[in-house]
């Protein structure tokens, strides 16, 4: 589909309201995955057959998908509007899922960076515990556990030998101050 000479990709569905403040909760389309989206970049609600442009303001996850805030959306019946619309982002934003996997044996010594708390160790160890794998840090003289899941793992970088994550609120909280 295109929108003023831009061609726009079906990336992603709207399921429902989050919360009271405009949030929506969205679900990505094979192929497609969480790391398409970022603060500040265009996105576009596909409503009766119209992409409207929004910007993002915020992204967390929950409950397994992401949420994000939508500039001029700021009431859950103001999002409520949108559910079920389709999610699309212009051909520059787009990147599929990457086909070559890392081992995680391999990861084990990547230093671990979390967008609130910066480095919390290096990978020591994995666990692929079946439908929950995780990976464990040192940090503090303290075990931290993090589930090694899309929704958290932002960024591996094979070159710097790091991983970027974004932990769910309270997380690394448990771990620190037992």
């Known amino acids: 589909m295109k929108f003023d000479e831009l ?7 709207v399921l429902k309201p989050h ?3 405009g949030y929506i909760s969205i679900k990505t389309i094979e192929n497609y995955s969480n790391k398409n989206f970022n603060i500040g970049m265009p996105v576009f609600l596909k409503t009766e057959g119209i992409p409207v442009p929004f910007f993002i303001e915020e992204m967390k ?9 939508l500039k001029n959306i700021s009431s859950s019946e103001q999002a409520a509007r949108f559910r079920n619309s389709t999610i699309m ?3 520059n934003n787009l990147i599929e899922n990457e086909s070559e996997e890392i081992p995680q044996s391999e990861l084990i010594g990547y230093a671990v960076y979390d967008a609130k708390y910066g480095f919390i160790g290096n990978i020591s160890l994995f666990n692929d515990i079946p439908g ?3 990976f464990e840090t040192t940090f503090d003289n303290k075990t931290i556990i993090i589930p090694f899941i899309e ?3 932002i960024e591996i970088n094979k070159d710097t030998k ?3 994550i974004s932990a769910p609120d309270g997380l690394i909280d448990i771990y620190l101050n037992q």
């Open 19 to 21: 919360g009271l403040n």
């Open 89 to 91: 982002i212009t051909e």
């Open 132 to 134: 929950n794998p995780v």
């Open 61 to 69: 996850s929950s409950g397994g998908n992401l949420v994000l805030k």
């Open 162 to 164: 790091t991983l970027k």
């Open 7 to 13: 061609e726009l990709f079906e990336v992603a569905n």
């Open 151 to 153: 929704q958290i793992v």
